[in-house]
């Protein structure tokens, strides 16, 4: 072929497809907020009549028969009706995708687990779409679970502090009126109790306080070379007396070689609190034991009562804020604020975890154990 007929083919053949590009762009451009089957099918209709108009330009220029005109139009009339027809079937399945995946996204919104699929899914992202947005309904499942209990567990916080705030203030409003009034025969008992009651809001306002700088991430570590074994000794000889005035046996097996790097006054609160737990709920004449073990990647402090145990049901919110294993509501002598509103464990944890440690509690043959695993080195 000469190159001057190529070259007006080449330019016929641009000119229409130009011409019905331009005329798509412009049906698209109208169409935008219509359905994505309508876009699809002009996008094809574009297509095809840019190649029936280049055909049909280029042989009305070559002056062929008209039979065979009549053949070029026929052949490319059936392709375009195929070519659309193809191009409807696939936008009805996008639609149909499209409004199952409309449907699932809405019963998520609801608070529905979704676990199907679309029926008819058109390709692979349309479907990895579906799997996203299955595995998205069980992670909000499960935040809206966290929440709930969180929602509970904050509930019946706000309860037993109110609670436990309510009994010491009453006792000294009453303390204090019979003071005023005179009725106190014996004024020194009366000033002795009304310590004690002071010193147990004092306890439950300073547990409040530990608790809000660990969940706010504020708690700031003093870290320093300690003994455990020196934590465990003077935490057991603060509690002695009231081990014998319940005639709890207190058995230590600590060794003064095992030491780590951690601070030490948030420690000893951490051997405090699971000793004056253990206290709580071990029975008149029971025992309870302290044990530390060291390896090379740190330390363990075990500390075991001897009461009746955790229900297993219960053996994963013991570290809840405002937690308790039991509604009694009568602290221990000699233990202010031994029973207060369910922080002691939760205090336990977040200053273990800060320690970069964990914390476990087991159920026993006699009893519950509770085992923390500190790093030797510095927490981070």
């Known amino acids: 072929m000469p190159l001057p007929d190529l070259l007006i083919i080449v330019g016929m053949s641009l000119a229409c497809a130009l011409v019905v590009g331009a005329l798509g762009l412009l049906a ?11 876009q699809l099918c002009v996008v094809v209709l574009a297509s095809v009549v840019s190649l029936a108009a280049g055909v049909l330009a280029v042989a009305l220029a070559m002056y062929i028969s008209p039979h065979d005109f009549l ?65 998205t309904s069980h992670r909000l499942a499960q935040a809206r679970e966290e929440v709930q209990a969180i929602d509970a567990s904050r509930r019946e916080l706000v309860a037993w502090i109110s609670h436990d705030l309510r009994s010491p203030l009453s006792g000294l409003r009453a303390m204090t009126e019979a003071l005023e009034d005179g009725l106190a025969a014996d004024t020194a008992r009366f000033h002795h109790q ?25 708690l ?23 081990a014998q005035a319940k005639s709890i046996v207190l058995v230590e ?37 302290i044990s530390t073990v060291q390896d090379a990647e740190g330390v363990t402090l075990s500390v075991q009562d001897s009461g009746t145990g955790i229900a297993e049901e219960d053996l994963h919110r013991i570290f809840d804020p405002g937690w308790r294993g039991t509604h009694a509501r009568t602290p221990i002598d000699g233990i202010v604020g031994s029973s207060g509103a369910g922080l002691g464990l939760a205090i336990v944890r977040g200053i273990v975890e800060a320690h970069q440690g964990r914390i476990s509690a087991t159920n026993e043959t006699t009893g519950c154990r ?10 981070g």
């Open 28 to 38: 698209l451009r109208l169409l935008h907020r219509r359905p994505l089957i309508v």
């Open 71 to 135: 053949v070029v139009v026929t052949v490319t009339s059936v392709s375009a009706v195929v070519s659309v027809g193809v191009a409807l079937l696939l936008g009805l399945r996008i639609a149909r995708a499209g409004d199952e995946l409309r449907r699932l996204t809405h019963a998520i919104g609801d608070g529905a687990l979704v676990d199907e699929h679309p029926s008819v899914s058109p390709s692979a992202e349309f479907e990895a779409l579906a799997d996203e947005l299955a595995e």
């Open 194 to 218: 009304m310590r004690l009651q002071v010193d147990r809001l004092t306890s439950l306002v300073d547990n409040l306080f530990e608790l809000s700088k660990i969940s706010s991430g504020t």
């Open 220 to 242: 700031v570590l003093n870290l320093e070379p300690l003994s455990l074994h020196d934590l465990v000794s003077d935490a057991a000889a603060e509690l002695a007396a009231v």
């Open 253 to 289: 097996r600590t060794s003064p070689d095992h030491t780590l790097v951690g601070d030490a006054r948030e420690l000893s609160r951490v051997v405090s609190n699971l000793l004056m737990n253990a206290l709580e709920h071990t029975p008149t004449g029971g025992e309870v034991r």
């Open 370 to 379: 509770f085992d923390v695993r500190l790093p030797s080195g510095s927490a």
